[in-house]
């Protein structure tokens, strides 16, 4: 992995204001079974998509990381190459997020620390979530791409045979801290039964 921070336990932690906030949870709680410490950044549109869709306020869920960063604290630890980090990932990535990256806009916090992320050529992992797709949409995608993001759309895997809903995102959530070196358990792809 590249980036002098590939070391450390410290992990940020961005929810935008996309629909799936329950994937930021699950990463907070994934990481911490693994031993990371984590540097949360909620979006204020995220806190909207929190209580609508989880019944969940900031401070509800601010337990669930180790540090809890403003999203309007430009000046945060975060906000600079020096901090080492393993790495950012972004759970849910709203198009919005996914834009201000792909341009270099840091007006908040969630995005300056995905900015240096890609700067300091650490693993930044954007699960997008979006459904259709524009040109725009996907002239982002590849520009954050081009820079260095991995874009990790939470995808279900049926050949896991989820049996319930948080089944299908900690596989998805689980699939993408892969990419920041740690490896969850979870059912992983053993082959077909048998060749015909």
């Known amino acids: 992995m590249a980036g002098e921070g590939a070391g450390t336990k410290d992990v940020i932690v961005g929810i ?3 629909s ?5 949870l699950a990463c907070l709680d994934l990481l911490r079974a693994a031993g ?12 909207l998509t929190l209580k609508d869709e989880l019944g969940l306020s900031l401070a509800d869920i601010a337990p669930r990381a180790d540090v809890l960063h403003a999203a ?6 975060v906000a600079s190459g020096s901090f080492k980090a393993r790495g950012m990932i972004v759970a849910p990535c709203s198009v919005k997020t996914l834009a201000e990256i792909a341009t270099g806009t840091t007006g908040t916090l969630l995005s300056r620390a995905a900015d240096v992320t890609l700067k300091e050529r650490r693993r930044l992992v ?8 524009h040109l725009g949409h996907l002239r982002a995608m590849v520009q954050a791409t ?3 993001a991995i874009i990790a759309p939470p995808v279900p895997a049926f050949y896991a045979k989820p049996q319930s809903l948080e089944d299908m995102v900690n596989y998805s959530v689980a699939r993408a801290l892969d990419l920041l070196g740690f490896n969850i358990e979870i059912p992983r792809w053993q082959g077909l039964g048998s060749a015909r």
């Open 16 to 18: 935008s204001g996309a």
């Open 72 to 77: 309007k604290n430009i000046g945060a630890t």
């Open 126 to 133: 954007l699960m997008v979530r979006e459904s259709p797709l």
């Open 36 to 47: 990371a410490r984590t540097h949360l950044i909620v979006s204020r549109a995220a806190e």
């Open 146 to 148: 081009e820079m260095g």
């Open 20 to 24: 799936g906030a329950i994937y930021g």
